[in-house]
């Protein structure tokens, strides 16, 4: 019975989502944002695993991407954001699936946690309409990240839920009860020497990137290579060094 019904459910959503408009193929706005996506995305699949919930052993699932659709109503047009990240969902395997080909908000029981927008120009309109819409919809941090100062003079706002529904600004970057925090970083990714917002663990240590990854646990083996080399060559001296004094 309980699969019947679940069939049923799996059927009428899929009905229900036929007619809304997933993919509109429109294009990142530039190059700096689309970098900047992927430096929030990739580390947190890479090098970033969530901390376990009160009581449990278990890590915890996650779902983060960009330039995805948020459907959180049947009747009203998505919120796309730059990017965002959901604890706690499964996607499923069947990606391809119109259930799951985007963030339908009544397939994975929850809205996103963050949701960050990177701000090219006046035109989003990321501290008016957008601030507004996710609060009403009940997104639990909106981070706006304003790198060539468009709206404000502030670079970075992290936004949490306030008074009637309405967002109030931190005074810090912290993310409470996700276990994440953001920076903005000095240095060179994919080649784009710049200032990038970055994720750091609620200690305030930087997540890596795959690629930072890579290269540390390449340095530490060398480091290690060359420790036992050197050990090597040591006891190599002193055999020859005592194996001399025998000869005497």
Known sequence: MANMTAAVLDLELEERVKHLVTEDDEPVDNLFSAKQQRMLVEPLYSSWIPPVEENSDEHRTFLADANVGVFYSYDRPPLVPDVFLSLDVDPGKDWHAQTTRSYFVWRFGKLPDVVVEIVSNKEGN???SKLRDYARIGVKYYVVFD????????????????FAGRYRLRGDYDLPNIGLSLMLWEGVFEGLGDSWLRWCHADGNMISTGQERANLEAARADQEAKARQKAEDEVAQLRAELERLRQQ
Do not use: H
């Not at 060539?148 to 936004?159: A, I, K, P």
């Open 147 to 162: 790198p060539f100062r468009e709206l404000s003079q502030d670079v970075l706002r992290v936004y949490e839920p306030g």
């Open 126 to 128: 990321e501290l008016g």
